[in-house]
């Protein structure tokens, strides 16, 4: 099993920045993908960002412009940088990396979340 851990929500005004950041320190074999997802009160989980191959990135158009993924594939490492925040980026955000770790085919491993509130 990997365990995926997030850090660096809170609160903010609007207009504000936070950097999330999302580490495992168990051992993967090979990172395929890490991406931040997000799931606001009442609403469907979401894809806010990926990467890809450390290099290709996506974005939801919501947050173009504003967020900014980033990462490192062989350290295990995903950041995404939030700027200009508003009030409907508030949500739990979990990060996830696509991944082949041992004893276990590839697959999706999560974090637990970590929460960002965008309030005055």
């Known amino acids: 099993q990997v365990r995926l851990v997030e850090s660096g929500g809170g609160l903010v005004q609007p207009g504000g920045s936070l950097r999330l950041s999302c580490t495992t320190a168990?051992?993967?074999?090979?990172?395929?993908?890490m991406a931040w997802y997000r799931q606001a009160p009442g609403k469907q989980r979401e894809l806010v960002a990926s990467?890809?191959?450390?290099?290709?990135?996506d974005y939801a158009d919501s947050v173009k412009g504003r967020f900014t993924i980033s990462g490192d594939m062989y350290k295990n490492k995903v950041f995404l940088q939030m700027n200009s925040l508003k009030a409907e980026d508030t949500a739990v955000y979990y990060c996830?990396?696509?991944?082949?770790?041992?004893?276990?085919?590839?697959?999706?491993?999560w974090g637990q979340g970590t929460q960002v509130t965008v309030s005055s």
């Open positions: 996830t990396f696509d991944a082949w770790a041992p004893g276990q085919p590839r697959a999706d491993f």
């Open positions: 990467i890809t191959g450390g290099i290709s990135t």
């Open positions: 168990d051992e993967i074999y090979t990172t395929y993908s």
